[in-house]
């Protein structure tokens, strides 16, 4: 039975997808759990939303790279918020533009242990209690990087093939409960990203010069949509990008 204010799980909720998917869903009345590294964000956007929305908001800081940190995390939100429906893993990042022989260890690890032994470890955490609900969707964040892969990006097309195949093999996996399992696959949006991959603002600045992208909203949207749909219906994979961007290749600047 679908809750009437599902509780929902979101990592990477400090900027970004994860902050917009925190506003849009706490306005649609969804209670939330919040977690990233940077507590302080998490805790202002609790405040604020639990004034805004009247929705319950539990923050809390999570390494997702961290198995116990993780497991401390989830089992912490479970118990302040009585339960948990809607596992969002959406924790992730790109680091470094390398060509696959010069990819230093420091970013390997990064993205490896992130994007996808960070999205191992929220779900294996986290599936017990949407189980023990007997209704849940999780959600994974790939990308366009999942699907078409790129000079410099080898490592981080990678994970975000792997996400993919992550989100197959759980669709497999529970088929038959309650729970569905969707895959929302940006391309180019602008939020934090890339400022984290290429260490500068101005080289981020630079990235989105010209181009119309996506906003974190946009993203947010597509996931509000798939978990809004009636229960029978699942979108397995949402491969959404701006109008300026025809492939991974082929964007439209504008002078
Ligand atoms: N923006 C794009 O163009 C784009 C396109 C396709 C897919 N994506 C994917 O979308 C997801 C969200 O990215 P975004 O664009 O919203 O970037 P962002 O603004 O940089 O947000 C990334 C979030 O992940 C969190 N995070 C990173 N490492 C973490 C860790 N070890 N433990 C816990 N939290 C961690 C960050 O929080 P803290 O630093 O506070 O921990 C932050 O909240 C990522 O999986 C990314 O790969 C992005």
Redesign the pocket.
Same mark, same amino acid.
């Given at each position: 039975m679908r809750p009437e204010h599902p509780i929902v799980l979101i990592?990477?909720?400090? &900027?970004?997808?994860?902050?917009a998917m925190a506003r849009l869903l706490a306005a649609q009345g969804c209670h939330l759990a919040l977690?990233?590294?940077?507590l302080d964000?998490l805790e202002a956007l609790a405040t604020e939303l639990t004034q805004a929305h009247g929705v319950k908001v539990f923050a809390g800081q999570?390494?997702?790279?961290d198995t116990a940190s993780v497991n401390a995390f989830v089992a912490a939100a479970a118990g302040s918020l009585g339960g948990l429906h809607v596992l969002i893993a959406?924790?992730?990042?790109?680091s470094g533009t390398f060509k696959m022989w010069e990819t230093p260890d420091e970013d390997l690890e990064a993205m490896m242990r992130?994007?996808v032994e960070?999205v191992v470890k929220t779900i294996r955490a986290g599936l017990p209690h949407l189980r023990k609900a007997g209704w849940g969707h999780i959600f994974f964040?790939? &990308?366009?990087?999942g699907h078409q892969p790129y000079e410099g990006g080898s490592v981080y097309c990678a994970s975000?093939f792997g996400v993919k195949a992550m989100a197959h093999s759980l669709r497999l996996e529970v088929n038959g409960e309650q729970i569905r399992v969707t895959s929302v696959?940006?391309?180019?949006?602008e939020?934090?990203?890339s400022n984290?991959r290429l260490k500068s603002d101005d080289k981020a600045k630079a990235v989105y010069q010209g181009v119309q992208p996506l906003k974190?909203y946009d993203v947010a949207e597509c996931v509000r949509w798939c978990l809004m749909l009636p229960d029978h219906v699942n979108i397995d994979e949402m491969l959404v990008k701006c109008t300026d961007q025809a492939s991974v290749h082929k964007l439209h600047r504008r002078a």
């Open positions: 990592t990477g909720a400090s &900027s970004g997808f994860g902050e977690g990233a590294r940077r964000r999570v390494d997702t790279r959406n924790a992730g990042l790109a992130t994007n960070g964040i790939g &990308s366009t990087a975000k696959d940006p391309g180019m949006a939020t934090e990203f984290v974190a």
